[in-house]
């Protein structure tokens, strides 16, 4: 009989299983301390346990554990691992530095369904959603590796591979651990999930009251630049997107963040930069503009410091707060849009 995934047990059912076998009820709380406040991988590191109950655990249970197959250091100090699931799938994540603090960038998929014509991920097609287990544990290696450089974790962004609001089960379900008291007590609000625009999943989050910050990725604020570039605002066009939105801003009274990616020739006009502005009028946002990593392949190109200056200065004309975002990790494709899962 195949075994079942410790990660998916309530401390109620754990502390049920223990007791039918003869156990104390309160190593449910033990167990539950050394899985998310500790991160453990296995029942052998649960040392305040006798023997004979880790045995019988690991009889019975199994963890949907990662193994780390390689990972790569970038000049600038960012760190990508590639990650093998127990079905041999292989998933990515980033530590990206900063001051004093790390950020982990975490999937939330193997591959994607969604298809963006920039992504190198989308590009690989989609294989299945991670558990939350698989989610957790990205975050778990991230905060071991922080530590072990004498700094923390401070932020969480579910920016690498998949759409996390195509496994929003999962994702909330790793969120809750993460931040929970007799879990890893991280602030949802240093949490932010990241979409490329999917406006059930936007309703959900609003109604279920989350207190994550929302990024999602824009990239053209007219339908047909948008589609071109994301398939998915076919079935989710920008007048749903911005419907969603403003729900999200009337029940959780966030300001989301709008990410976008300047292409050269595609959407970096001044003429873009109008319909982005005007877009926005809709609702209190901010703007996060990013300049395209080139995979190699020639299909797009990385704006001219003259284009993107020119559509960030309408932007800031128009009283919109924008950040220029630099991204890390380049020279190891663990920059937004390269991930691939690739060994």
Known sequence: ?????????????????????????????????????????????????????????????RFDRLTAERTQAASDGTTKTAWRTEDGEVVESV??????????????QAGCKLGCKFCATGASGFRRDLTAGEIFSQVAAAKREAESRGSSLSNIVFMGMGEPLLNYGNVMRAIGRLTAEDGMGMSPYRITISTAGIPQGIRRLADEGTRCNLAVSLHAAKDTVRTSLMPVNQAYPLREVA?????????????????????????????????????????????????????????????????????????????????????????????????AGKI
């Open 243 to 339: 419907e969603s939105l403003k729900y999200f801003v009337e029940k959780t009274g966030t300001r989301p963040t709008f990410e976008y990616l300047l292409l050269r020739g595609i959407n970096d006009s001044v003429e873009d930069a109008k319909a982005l502005a005007a877009y926005c009028r809709q609702f209190p946002i901010k703007i996060n503009v990013i300049e395209y990593n080139e995979t190699g392949d020639g299909a797009f190109r990385r704006s001219t410091e003259r284009s993107r200056d020119e559509f960030i200065r309408y932007l800031e004309g128009c009283h919109i707060v924008v950040n220029l975002r630099h991204s890390k990790g380049q020279d190891i494709d663990a920059a937004c849009g390269q991930l």
């Open 95 to 108: 530590l990206i530095p900063g001051k004093g603090r790390h950020t982990v960038c975490v999937s939330s």
């Open 1 to 61: 009989m195949a075994k079942e995934n410790i990660r998916e047990r309530t401390t109620e059912e754990i502390a049920a299983f223990l007791t039918a076998h003869g156990e104390k009820a309160f190593r449910a709380k033990q167990i539950g301390q050394w899985i998310w406040q500790r991160g453990a991988e296995s029942f052998e590191e649960m040392t305040n346990l006798p023997k004979a109950t880790r045995e019988m655990l690991a009889e019975a249970f």
